[in-house]
């Protein structure tokens, strides 16, 4: 069999390597050039590479990309098309819907396995965890992925698992960008509205935009949703949704730290009762979950309290913020192109913490940083950690205060924070 993949994002290359993975032939194409190719693990020594007029082409055995054009005949010539989901609305993605020859049309067995999507702005991933381990508890047998940017192997992923295993249920993280996409390669029977929060508006135009977009996704669906979600007399108006179900925060005993890992609890302990898992497997797998590697954990340093995970919204912040005072943040930058992001400065600034120490996260934006911090007239002090062991040595520094927070954007590096914060807090503590 061969697919032909359009657009090399995080999806597109994580749907390459699924395929490739699976025995597929591949033809992969994108329209620009710059594509980090490195988790395809492409030996040079058996690839042949040519250019011409700014365009590559790259060959293997069993693979074969395009980058700076693609080629219709290739794609046409294949089995299945795989389109990256930022691509849905494009004149191909249009093109590929007509043929029938979408991979998830193409393989269609995840349709018939009973699914649940967990979508909203934040806690989306530690909802999607918590839910797969109160049901695996209760004996079904779980499919979990999603979004390949949130650290799942990517949409198509599922659809090749679910194709070659025997799984009861199957949970999605759906990403807010990915709504229209989802909902289309998958048939959702339960949806877990997180919240509605303050990101990607680059791309939704408006938090109105966007919690339209999931009215749209809820549609025919049994949806959950937070009982004090301020758009939760929409939903309830809504004569489209099938069933809606409001939950609280969790009264169990948590690992987890705060009130919004509180509610994310409360949302998969109310899709697993009415899936009729019983109480005490609920309340035993609540007590038992740790904190997902990247997202928020707690450490113990000398006098201090360490808070760090990936925040990279204001929402998410302002969620860890209101819980109480930290002396220090630190805080991770986005990319340049992400301004909405940048407001997470202004979140930080207005609890007014002693200090702020800015980090290169998704890029070294960290001079954009700082231009934020003096033009909103933060007071405090400002550090800059350029590297992780500067990070480290204030850290140290501060560690005799009460609490410290550390998060905004680039996952990656605060877990590597993380691996560090656990071998220092063994050694000291």
């Not at 005993?253 to 949302?267: T, Y």
């Not at 740790?290 to 450490?299: A, N, Q, S, T």
């Amino acid at each position: 069999m061969k697919a032909a993949v359009v657009g090399l994002g995080v999806e597109g290359i994580k749907a390459t390597k699924a395929l490739l993975d699976y025995g597929w032939k591949v033809y992969a194409t994108d329209l620009q050039t710059e594509i980090d190719l490195e988790e395809l693990k492409i030996s040079i020594s058996d690839a042949k590479i040519s250019t011409y007029d700014e365009k590559i082409n790259i060959s293997t055995n069993n693979l074969t990309i395009d980058l700076g054009y693609l080629d219709e005949c290739e794609i046409d010539s294949s089995d299945a098309i795989v389109i990256s989901p930022s691509l849905c609305n494009t004149k191909i993605a249009k093109k590929a819907l007509s043929s029938g020859k979408l991979l998830s049309d193409i393989l269609d067995k995840h349709k018939e396995i009973f699914t649940i999507g967990i979508t909203g702005t934040n806690g989306k991933t530690t909802t999607s965890l918590i839910l797969k381990e109160i049901l695996e508890n209760a004996g079904k047998k779980i499919l979990i992925g999603g979004n390949a940017g949130g650290g799942f192997e990517g949409y198509y992923d599922l659809i090749l698992k679910a194709e070659k295993g025997n799984y009861d249920i199957i949970i999605i993280e759906v990403c807010d960008m990915t709504l229209e996409f989802c909902d289309y390669a998958f048939n959702f029977d339960l949806v877990g509205l997180t919240n509605i929060g303050n990101d990607h508006i680059d791309v939704h135009g408006s938090i109105e935009n966007y919690k339209n977009s999931l009215l749209n996704f809820s549609k025919n669906k049994t949806t959950f949703i937070d009982k004090n979600q301020i758009y939760l007399k929409e939903f309830k108006e809504s004569n489209q949704i099938n069933e809606l179900v409001e939950y609280d925060e969790s009264n169990y005993d948590l690992k987890l730290f705060g009130k919004f890992n509180r509610l994310n609890a409360g949302l998969a302990t109310a899709i697993a009762k009415v899936l009729d898992v019983e109480d005490f497997i609920i309340k035993n797998t609540l007590g038992n979950f740790e904190p997902v590697e990247g997202r928020l954990k707690e450490f113990k340093l000398n006098d201090s309290k360490i808070y760090i995970g990936k925040t990279d919204n204001s929402d998410a912040v302002k969620s860890i913020l209101n819980e109480k005072y930290f002396y220090a943040t630190f805080i991770g930058t986005p990319r340049s192109n992400e301004e909405h992001r940048f407001e997470i400065l202004d979140t930080v600034a207005s609890h007014n913490p002693e200090i702020i120490v800015l980090f290169p996260g998704l890029e070294d934006t960290v001079e954009f940083g700082l231009y934020r911090l003096k033009s909103i007239g933060y007071e405090g002090r400002i550090e800059i950690a350029n590297n992780l062991d500067e990070i480290i040595s204030l850290l140290a520094e501060y560690s005799h205060e009460d609490a410290i927070f550390i998060g905004g954007n680039g996952q990656k590096n605060i877990i590597e924070i993380q691996d560090r914060l656990e071998l220092l807090t063994k050694n000291c503590n």
